[in-house]
């Protein structure tokens, strides 16, 4: 998986377990999508049962979180079934440009014009977008304390005794 990943599903052939869908292509590999994904979280430095435990402590959710693979350059996931089903089709939020709804789906319209059908509700994608953007708000706002910043209160004149 790169930043240049849009989703990740079951190939269905005999040569490859996954599809792994691109901005300029379509690769196929043998290892399956939840092992691409649990690999991208290693790689940007925690599994991904921390970072799926994280994020439904951080927001109450009891499955299927979204996961913050790579805050820093926007990759984010999240899984339209168990990632233990095979119909379980792994979405990349960096390059989605809008999402449409049609007959209980959700259309997904990404930045370089190729579309994806999902068998889920538009609602439902724009709440585990919801989270995803509660996320980087949660991170923002705390990185952007600044040294001494969150204590300023207890050293104030008034406190000092």
Same mark, same amino acid.
């Given at each position: 998986?790169?930043?240049?990943?849009?989703?990740?599903?079951?190939?269905?052939?005999?040569?490859?377990?996954?599809?792994?869908?691109?901005?300029?292509?379509?690769?196929?590999?043998?290892?399956?999508?939840?092992?691409?994904?649990?690999?991208?979280?290693?790689?940007?430095?925690?599994?991904?049962?921390?970072?799926?435990?994280?994020?439904?402590?951080? $927001?109450? #959710?009891?499955?299927?979180?979204?996961?913050?693979? @790579?805050?820093?350059?926007?990759?984010?996931?999240? /899984?339209?079934? +168990?990632?233990?089903?095979?119909?379980?089709?792994?979405?990349?939020?960096?390059?989605?440009?809008?999402?449409?709804?049609?007959?209980?789906?959700?259309?997904?319209?990404?930045?370089?014009?190729?579309?994806?059908?999902?068998?889920?509700?538009?609602?439902?994608?724009?709440?585990?977008? $919801?989270? #995803?953007?509660?996320?980087?708000?949660?991170?923002? @706002?705390?990185?952007?304390?600044?040294?001494?910043? /969150?204590?300023? +209160?207890?050293?104030?004149?008034?406190?000092?005794?």
């Amino acid at each position: 998986m790169t930043d240049q990943t849009l989703y990740i599903r079951s190939a269905h052939q005999t040569v490859a377990n996954t599809e792994v869908e691109e901005l300029k292509g379509t690769r196929y590999v043998m290892q399956s999508g939840q092992h691409i994904i649990e690999q991208a979280c290693i790689q940007n430095g925690s599994s991904y049962q921390g970072r799926a435990t994280a994020m439904q402590a951080l $927001f109450k #959710l009891k499955q299927n979180p979204p996961i913050p693979i @790579n805050p820093a350059f926007d990759l984010y996931a999240f /899984a339209t079934h +168990s990632p233990r089903q095979d119909q379980c089709v792994w979405i990349v939020t960096k390059h989605i440009k809008y999402i449409d709804d049609r007959d209980k789906e959700a259309i997904i319209h990404y930045t370089n014009g190729k579309i994806l059908r999902i068998p889920m509700s538009k609602r439902r994608v724009q709440r585990v977008c $919801f989270y #995803l953007y509660k996320y980087q708000l949660y991170f923002k @706002n705390s990185f952007d304390l600044k040294p001494g910043k /969150a204590f300023a +209160s207890e050293r104030s004149p008034s406190n000092v005794k």
